[in-house]
């Protein structure tokens, strides 16, 4: 089966910094652009950074200036670092494909996301 396992999420405060893993299987890795969701209590899920195969990006303006996604290809892992975190950054983030271009069919965890001071 396909997996996603998301990590490195945790409470930072506002201005802080933090680094979110996503662990892909070989087959999503390999054939599937990638993207980084979150979700707030109340709210729906966005696309917050998505990044091709070919490694081109692309950024929900909220998050645009701060945020950074990239892969690893060798150890088939897609990052996103957050820096310049604010409140509103508080959610649970998700790795999936990417969704403008591909099929989501299920979720994975999650890793939750908190900037308070």
């Known amino acids: 089966q396909e997996q996603l396992v998301e990590s490195g999420g945790g409470l930072v405060q506002p201005g802080g910094s933090l680094r979110l893993s996503c662990a892909a299987s070989?087959?999503?890795?390999?054939?599937?652009?990638m993207g980084w969701y979150r979700q707030a209590p109340g709210k729906q899920r966005e696309l917050v950074a998505r990044?091709?195969?070919?490694?081109?990006?692309n950024y929900a303006d909220s998050v645009k200036g701060r945020f950074t996604i990239s892969r690893d290809n060798a150890k088939k892992t897609v990052y996103l670092q957050m820096n310049s975190l604010k409140p509103e950054d508080t959610a649970v983030y998700y790795c999936?494909?990417?969704?403008?271009?591909?099929?989501?069919?299920?979720w994975g965890q999650g890793t939750q996301v908190t900037v308070s001071s």
């Open positions: 999936n494909v990417d969704s403008t271009i591909h099929r989501v069919d299920y």
């Open positions: 070989e087959s999503l890795f390999s054939i599937y652009a």
């Open positions: 990044i091709s195969r070919g490694g081109n990006t």
